[in-house]
């Protein structure tokens, strides 16, 4: 094992990765979601908030909710996550409570904090169901942590740090493996019984589309101040970790692949990643694809955009044009990441270390601690946690404060 030269200042090195810490407490991170009827204009108040949208135009823009009853799964599956962790740490005989806490709806991350430090923790270690790099998945998170800490007081009483994006981790990489892998296996399954067992299939990657300017601000600057990445990291880490799926299952070798996009939203002149899913498997049913196997990489678990946007509209189009389609599974739940996500809060702790960082690309493992401008804030800069130009969170002055 390599020994780290660590920058005794800030715990940070050249690389991105900090010391292992004593943490005392894991605060997992999400998005939130309403959970009734009453809650679905408040909670996309809270979504939109800062950007003048009348209720009405949000009323428009509810109909995926009000279809599930004004409830989104995604709270139902962060308490499952929870659980999920708090028993693997069991397992494994670690003493490291897991708090729950989201951006958009109760509970919030501020509350949750507070709750956390009222129970005794001071130092706090976050994981978000987000795995990929750009505004919305990575720093808007590290923001509203920052916000929190100003918000309660917290700052200066409470240490705050973040694990890194996983999106290339095998815990998040292998239930997509093995869902991908399965999907193959119905989809041909399903042309053969119709009589068509010849007939090309098609393995579409699905993440949310983000505007177009937030996609090239995604991940670190080069010494010009451009992107490293030249589409962008968001883009990048994608194609990458489907790339890396695909390399572990034989039998799509030869099998044509694609990344498209879903949950477009704002407005429509502002430029946003394509191709929409729906475009896109239009466009590969015309080329003379019959069957399709729809990968939702850019997820944690089944939530909204995933219910709505892929099981409820793509499917519905993939029946319109006669194709043959199997959603693969997130990983939720899944035991490989479970213990993923365990492995990388135990990549940063000073007990049960675990100092080696498996990578499924060449673009990881990502930084615990993002670079100056990463993937930054192009409507103006907020309190951030884990930056290297972080301004809250950071170490405590007096620890026995």
């Known amino acids: 094992m390599t020994t780290q030269a660590f920058n005794p200042l800030d715990g940070v090195d050249e690389n991105g990765r900090m010391a292992p810490k004593a943490y005392d407490a894991v605060v997992l991170a999400s998005f939130g979601g309403p959970e009734g ?6 909670f996309l108040r809270n979504v939109t908030r800062g950007r003048g ?9 509810s109909h995926h909710y009000r279809a599930f009853g004004g409830v989104s799964p995604i709270n139902g599956q962060n308490r499952a996550l929870r659980a999920a962790m708090e028993e693997e740490l069991r397992r494994r005989g670690i003493d490291l409570p897991v708090y729950w806490g989201n951006r958009n709806w109760e ?12 129970a005794g923790h001071r130092k706090v270690l976050a994981v978000t169901t987000s795995a990929y790099s750009c505004y919305s998945s990575c720093r808007q998170y590290r923001e509203d942590l920052g916000m929190a ?23 998040f990489v292998e239930p997509f493996v093995e869902g991908v892998g399965e999907g193959l296996a119905k989809v ?7 009589g068509d067992a010849e007939a090309p299939v098609h393995i579409m990657f699905s993440t949310h589309s983000i505007p177009m300017g937030d996609a090239e601000a995604a991940g670190p600057r080069d010494a010009e101040g451009g992107p490293v990445h030249e589409e962008g990291a968001y883009v990048a880490q994608h194609r990458a970790t489907a790339q890396a799926v695909l ?6 070798a030869g099998v044509e692949w694609s990344l498209v996009y879903q949950s477009r939203s704002g407005a429509p002149h502002i430029p946003w990643l394509e191709p929409d899913i729906s475009d896109a498997l239009r466009d590969r049913y015309e080329g003379g694809a019959r069957g399709v196997v729809i990968v939702p990489l850019g997820f944690v678990s089944d939530h909204m955009e995933v219910a709505w946007d892929l099981d409820t509209e793509a499917l519905e189009t ?6 043959v389609a199997d959603r693969v599974p997130t990983p939720g739940t899944h035991r490989k990441f479970v213990e993923g996500l365990i492995d990388l809060i135990l990549e940063r702790t000073v007990e049960n270390n675990i100092a080696d960082r498996p990578s499924a690309t060449a673009l990881g493992p990502w930084y615990d601690v993002c670079r ?22 950071t170490p405590l002055p007096n620890p026995s404060v």
């Open 53 to 61: 949208i009348p209720d009405e135009r949000l009323e428009e823009v």
């Open 247 to 252: 390399d572990r299952i034989p039998e799509a």
């Open 188 to 194: 041909r399954a399903g042309l053969a019984e119709r």
């Open 107 to 118: 509970p919030f991350i501020a509350d949750t904090l507070q709750e956390a430090y009222d």
């Open 372 to 393: 100056p401008n990463c993937c930054a804030n192009r409507r103006g800069e907020k309190p951030t946690i884990a930056a290297v130009d972080s301004t809250v969170g």
């Open 318 to 323: 993939c029946g319109e044009l006669g194709m």
């Open 37 to 42: 009827q009453d809650d679905v204009i408040p």
């Open 149 to 171: 800490l100003v918000r309660t007081g917290l700052e200066g009483r409470l240490e705050v740090d973040k694990v890194r994006q996983y999106f290339d981790h095998p815990g």
